[in-house]
């Protein structure tokens, strides 16, 4: 969705602040004051290709741990994500990415049932749910603009 589709409106923006903490080194602040920090991949911050995959990971965890914990909350759940970062003629991008859950429930009907949904709500997570990992398939534009230069 971009800024001029009859979807947008002050309800739906979501949006941080970052600014610059070091050198190749920045700190991103969302509305509710969590921050989060980001470098270039010389010191233990997140690169922005980790963040994403992080974000796709994340988006699909807690959709699925939404749905599952209707019906028994997980004994133990993890997930791993990767991707491969390559450049070629379309420029710098990722390619390749996946996102593995490892999820346990516990014995019994509860546990039964959650199990039970685990499928079906993988592919709504993958066809209309996370949102992060719909924009990736989906795509927009990103505009990158400089503050009064527009």
């Known amino acids: 969705m971009s800024e001029s589709t009859p979807e947008a409106s002050p309800d739906t923006l979501r949006s941080i602040d970052l600014v610059k903490i070091g050198p190749e080194r920045f700190k991103a602040t969302n509305g509710r004051g969590g921050v989060l920090p980001i470098g270039s991949g010389s010191d233990p911050d997140f690169t922005p290709v980790e963040l994403l995959l992080a974000a796709l990971a994340g988006c699909g ?9 209707k019906r028994a909350e997980a004994t133990g759940f993890s997930a791993h994500a990767e991707g491969h970062k390559i450049r070629d003629e ?3 991008r990722m390619t390749g ?16 049932a959650a199990r039970a949904v685990v499928p079906r709500t993988m592919k709504q997570i993958e066809d209309r749910l996370c949102t992060v990992g ?6 927009d534009q990103v505009r990158y603009r400089v503050a009064d230069q527009d």
């Open 61 to 69: 965890a807690i959709d699925l741990t939404l749905i599952t914990g």
């Open 90 to 92: 379309a420029g710098s």
């Open 97 to 112: 990415m996946s996102i593995t859950f490892d999820i346990d429930f516990p014995e019994g009907e509860a546990g039964d």
């Open 134 to 139: 719909r924009t990736v398939i989906v795509g």
